[in-house]
């Protein structure tokens, strides 16, 4: 499958099924599309309600008819407003055609969540805005995650420090940074982060940079 970054938490998947993670585009500094430029999205996976996560999952569902999954007071919020959401929250499961979506815990403020993504047999985790925690031992024990999702932005999440702890803790081979250099008062660097982790391959892309997992 292949995995592109859009800048900031926006991650996109594109597999049997497309699914897009926190697609905050049209007001992202860092993004290099819009949200009108994607078309076919099956799924919009929303971490959280802040901004730069939310971002522009109304325009992508009207527009491609994607259903968007998300924490349940979120999904009501959607749902009201006439897009297509399935609401769960965190410790739970949600099987959808072609998907398998777990929530986890995330430790931040806005109802935060953590997402594991399965998908043609692949287990992705982006973990939102999150702190380090060590429930992240868990997941890593009770999940095979092959790919992570995590913020080194510092200021309002994890560091590269405490980013690459999560790595540990987590297990996972592979690694793509994400929630940093979109403004300047996000200050962790994917080559500290880098130099940091010694237990994955850390695959830095920029905006609009695919990779294949
Ligand atoms: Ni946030
Ligand atoms: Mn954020």
Do not use: W
Not at 44 to 55: A, E, F, P, S, W
Not at 59 to 81: D, N, P, R
Request: proline share 5%; with cysteine; charged share 20%.
């Amino acid at each position: 499958m292949k995995i592109t970054f859009h800048g900031h938490a926006c991650i996109l998947i594109e597999g049997s099924r497309k699914v897009i993670f926190d697609p905050f585009l049209n007001g992202n500094p860092s993004a290099v599309i819009k949200a009108d430029d994607l078309s076919a999205i099956d799924y919009i996976l929303v971490t959280h309600d802040h901004m730069d996560h939310l971002g522009d999952s109304e325009i992508i569902s009207k527009k491609t008819g994607a259903t968007v999954v998300a924490i349940h007071e979120l999904s009501v919020v959607f749902q009201e407003k006439g897009l297509k959401s399935e609401g769960m929250n965190i410790g739970g499961t949600i099987e959808l055609p072609g998907i398998k979506v777990h929530m986890v815990n995330a430790v931040h403020s806005g109802g935060a969540t953590g997402l594991i993504l399965e998908l043609d047999g692949k287990m992705l985790y982006h973990s939102g805005d999150t702190a380090l925690f060590s429930d992240m031992e868990l997941y890593g024990e009770f999940f095979s995650i092959d790919m992570a999702f995590l913020p080194i932005g510092d200021r309002y999440t994890m560091g590269p420090a405490s980013a690459a702890r999560a790595v540990e803790l987590l297990r996972v081979p592979k690694v793509v940074p994400i929630h940093h250099s979109t403004f300047p008062l996000l200050t962790g660097r994917p080559e500290d982060f880098r130099k940091l982790v010694k237990t994955a391959e850390v695959i830095v892309l920029s905006p609009g940079q695919s990779c294949e997992l």
